[in-house]
């Protein structure tokens, strides 16, 4: 096994969307991606086994169970690309199924360096595996792995914990869409997608009783304090989760508890928030089968098969492009 990474990102790019986002007319918000630095990554595997939680665990449950069943239905050699690694915990079922019937080369594309090299720790291991990791952003990075693979070669996309939904609807749709342009006629997309289950749920899976989705959520005052100077007063500031019968998506906000100033130098500028004002942080959509395959074919993929979870309800869906 081989280990290598390529990598980016910088403060700068952090201050100008942090301005953005607070300075904005309307709702505040800050993008989701700059929840997982490294204390934001590890607050996540925590929250992956909090028992209000199941996302997580229903992902790795059809992977562990389906894994060759997939791997079946791939026409190798195949490439393996994956969106947004995380820990790699959930990715060894798939890399472990493949690499019984050839050589792998896996390339983790992950915007955090914590995350890629958890990553690259957990899967070390795997015998007939090499690991190619990219600090990039998810369609930067599969154009540097599309561009680099060779002829005759299947590309197989993993886009795992239905971090799909945490696009803006339409966005999801267009994101499929841009995937697809950079992929060729049967590549193959392993999708993960959390379903629609009842709001109390939810709710409870947002906001769990530990407070750690709280700490999540807040850490990403605690980061802007860090990395931009900035003087958040993390107390005056509360944790909210709602669910939005409009989008069908579970909503993450961090809610001002009194009108306050907050300068923050090192993105030049200060902002005050108002009682009760709300910085929207993430939107996690819950899908039902038929949205999937709808936007999956107006986005030039074959819905191939689905595997579904009883337990908590998510599906892993094979779409090859068309
Ligand atoms: C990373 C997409 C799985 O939307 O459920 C967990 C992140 N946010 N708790 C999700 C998250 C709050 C998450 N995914």
């Known amino acids: 096994m081989q280990t290598q990474t390529i990598t980016a990102q910088s403060v700068a790019e952090l ?7 607070l300075t904005r007319k309307g709702q ?3 993008p989701s991606k700059y929840l997982y630095d490294s204390v934001g ?7 992956s086994v909090l028992p209000e939680y199941g996302l997580t665990r229903a992902d790795e449950r059809l992977l562990r169970r389906h894994s060759e069943d997939i791997v079946a239905r791939l026409t190798p050699p195949t490439t393996v690309a994956e969106l947004g690694s995380g820990s790699g915990k959930k990715t060894r079922w798939m890399l472990e199924a493949l690499s019984r019937h050839q050589h792998i080369s896996y390339c983790p594309i992950e915007i955090s360096r914590a995350a890629l090299t958890m990553c690259e720790r957990e899967l070390a291991d795997i015998d007939a595996v090499s690991i190619v990791g990219f600090e990039r952003e998810y369609l930067d990075g599969l154009l540097e792995v599309a561009a ?3 002829k005759g070669e299947q590309l197989l996309v993993l886009f795992l914990g239905s971090t799909i939904g945490n696009f803006e609807h339409p966005a999801d749709l267009k994101f499929l869409r841009q995937m697809r342009e950079t992929l060729q006629a049967g590549d193959a997309l392993l999708l993960g997608t959390d379903l629609e289950k009842p ?4 709710l409870d899976a947002y906001d769990d009783s530990l407070g750690v989705t709280a700490a ?8 802007i304090n860090r990395e931009l100077e900035a003087d ?7 944790h909210v989760a709602r669910f939005n019968q409009d989008t069908g998506s579970v909503e993450m906000h961090i809610r001002s ?3 306050q100033n907050v300068s923050i130098p090192a993105a030049e500028f200060s902002i005050t928030f108002d009682a009760g004002e709300t910085i929207w942080t993430e939107s996690s959509h819950k899908y039902s089968l038929k949205e999937i395959s709808r936007i999956s074919e107006n986005a030039g993929f074959r819905c191939d098969s689905q595997w579904i979870d009883e337990e908590w309800p998510f599906a892993e869906n094979l779409l090859i492009a068309a």
């Open 199 to 202: 709001a109390p749920q939810l």
């Open 216 to 223: 999540f959520n807040l850490n990403l005052l605690a980061r």
């Open 148 to 150: 680099r693979r060779r």
């Open 257 to 259: 508890r009194r009108q």
């Open 41 to 47: 990554s590890a607050l996540f595997e925590v929250i």
């Open 15 to 21: 201050a100008r969307d942090v301005r953005a986002g």
């Open 28 to 30: 505040k918000e800050l």
């Open 232 to 238: 958040f007063s993390l107390e005056q500031f509360e």
